[in-house]
């Protein structure tokens, strides 16, 4: 009696442990795949969502047919309980399994029905099929751009195209040594991975996109004596659209392995950088006196498009209780607002003055001897009563935009995130009654130029351009924030905005500490007034996709950048 009580119980435990979820005796597994294989994760995660039968046997080795690819995919794509289309197919009745899917697969758009009016049920599945079917199904497809190139060599020119590279920058695919091969035919294993990963971002491959950011350079073609061919995208596959002479030099703006991204007659191209040699971070220029040194002269300010010759004198903004801070070794104090005006005088690093009215780029200030003309760029402009930040224009700079979307990751891009955030630094700054000014508000492409040329045309006094990074490894991670000494005159006041940003991105958003960089990023060194580059976190680590990826978290950056900035403005 006792004997047969504690066997009841004993049966009873391990039913109960059985049942248990995540326990290994209540996972389902195909008698044909071993842990040890690639897609075993994959196949049996579709297998537990339904999309395939959970029988005996997987058979991963076995060539995948177009009905069972379109009972996959309409199954995956959450389309199984929609009204079955009236579609007439030649080799397919309806009432049937293979004709209830592929009657959906067809009216989705994933498949098409042959020439004759058949389906080919039972043909086996090619590549590029797939790749077409998938991409539709999840809205993959990819437009090849410059950000974007085609990465397959064997699609060029292939109908599909645009899908394949979907596929590989979506994470689903990234073909076989730089081959998606088209024309092979598909086993049901691969299948499995490529619906896995466009379902679930774990399964996603990682994605090596083009290392383009704000820091340029600029290069000169060094062949011996040859011309050097500009390609479409980063291989010899890349169509030509044109060639540099020996000895050109250009600007170059990114890099994907060994191609640099350069910017050609208002156009980008990819050249091999084992032909060139880089130049330093300013092409040879005429200008380069006007870049203060020692003692800074001011630079030449053209009039903004929107006013009128004169209409800078003739409308000064008085102000009231401002002060101005020196930030230059020496600064002239001229007699009218033009800076071929004769110097009455001049001022010393650190020195503050009293502002009596702005107007454009040019402070007027009372000195001893009387009333004198700066130029703005080389005050930091302190508020003495009231908010720090009233009255001071800053401009927001949201990265990337319109064809250009930056890094990605589960089809979340870095403009999109970079845009929000913006908006809210926008609204916390105007808010404060700053003067508060973005180079865009909505999803549009602005050149790196278009931005540093938008803040001096405003008479900007500060710029902060937020961006999101990336890296090939998923350990990078953290807040980061750029400043520029080489050719920025205020890159002290720079580098003392970025501490500032930086110190709240890490206490406000519990950020990891990647601290402030002194970097020659072109909207920081092509500006000259307090100039940040903000890298708000890495969207390849998981942590921080998480929180890049959260309206709580663009809520906490937006409050580190802004607090930032008091802080910067509220220090005498």
């Known amino acids: ?27 389902f597994k195909f008698s044909d795949i071993s842990p040890d294989k690639e897609y075993f994760d994959q196949v049996h995660y579709i297998a537990e969502l339904g999309i395939v039968n959970k029988a005996d046997k997987f058979n991963p080795g076995n060539n995948l047919t177009r009905a069972h690819a379109a009972k996959m995919l309409v199954i995956a794509s959450g389309k199984k309980d929609m009204p079955t289309p009236n579609v007439q197919f030649k080799d397919l009745k309806p009432g049937t399994e293979q004709y209830e899917f592929a009657s959906r697969a067809v009216e989705l758009g994933y498949f098409k029905k042959k020439a004759d009016g058949s389906f080919g049920p039972n043909e086996k599945l090619k590549r590029d099929e797939m790749g077409y079917a998938l991409s539709v199904a999840f809205n993959l497809s990819q ?16 109908p599909f195209a645009k899908e394949i590279n979907g596929l590989y920058y979506g994470g689903v695919s990234q073909g076989d040594a730089g081959k998606f091969l088209p024309k092979d035919y598909l086993t049901r294993s691969q299948f499995a991975l490529f619906v896995a990963r466009a379902l679930n971002d774990e399964y996603r491959l990682t994605v ?59 156009n980008n191209g990819y050249i091999h950088s084992r032909y060139t040699v880089e130049v330093g971070s300013q092409a040879p220029s005429d200008d380069d006196d006007d870049v203060a040194t020692e003692e800074p002269e001011e630079p030449e300010v053209s009039e903004p498009e929107d006013t009128e010759p004169g209409d800078e004198s003739d409308n000064p903004s008085p102000t009231n209780g401002l002060v101005g801070k020196v930030t230059a070794n020496v600064l002239n104090v001229r007699k009218s607002p033009d800076g071929t005006s004769a110097v009455v005088g001049k001022l010393s690093l650190n020195q503050k003055v009293a502002i009596e009215s702005i107007n454009g780029n040019w402070a007027k200030i009372n000195l001893q001897s009387g009333s004198g003309y700066v130029h703005k760029n080389y005050l930091k402009l302190i508020n003495q009563t009231g908010n720090p930040l009233k009255d001071r224009i800053i401009v927001i700079d949201a990265g990337h935009g319109g064809k250009d979307p930056g890094t990605l990751k589960n089809n979340l891009t870095e403009k999109e995130i970079v845009l929000k955030v913006s908006k809210l630094v926008e609204g916390k700054l105007k808010n404060a009654g700053a ?119 663009m809520e906490l950056y937006a409050e580190a950048i802004y607090q930032g900035l008091v802080q910067y403005y509220a220090a005498q």
Not at 9 to 21: E, K, N
Not at 233 to 247: E, F, I, N, Q, S
């Open 1 to 27: 009696m006792k004997t047969f009580k504690w066997a009841a119980i004993a049966l009873l435990f391990f039913a109960l442990v059985s049942i248990v979820p995540g326990h290994s005796s209540a996972q």
């Open 143 to 158: 437009n090849i751009t410059v950000d974007r190139p085609l990465m397959l060599t064997d699609m060029k020119d292939h």
């Open 208 to 266: 090596k996109l083009p290392e383009q950011t704000s820091r340029t350079y600029f290069a000169k073609v060094s062949t011996g004596g040859d011309n050097l061919n500009v390609r479409t995208h980063p291989a010899v596959t890349g169509d030509v659209v044109d060639r540099l002479k020996d000895g050109e030099i250009v600007e170059v703006i990114g890099q994907t392995g060994d191609w640099l991204l350069i910017l050609i007659n208002g």
């Open 435 to 553: 003067k508060v000014l973005t180079t865009r508000s909505s999803d549009a492409y602005l050149t790196l130029e278009q931005r540093t040329d938008y803040a001096k045309k405003h008479y900007a006094e500060a710029f902060v351009s937020i961006h999101v990074n990336s890296a090939g490894s998923t350990s990078a991670k953290g807040s980061e924030v750029y400043y520029d000494s080489s050719t920025n005159p205020n890159a002290t006041e720079s580098r003392l905005l970025a501490n500032k940003i930086q110190e709240n991105l890490v206490k406000g958003a519990n950020m990891s500490d990647r601290g402030v960089k002194d970097q020659r990023f072109y909207v920081i060194r092509n500006n000259n007034v307090a100039a940040v580059l903000v890298e708000l976190g890495f969207i390849t680590n998981p942590d921080d996709f998480k929180k890049l990826s959260s309206e709580q978290y």
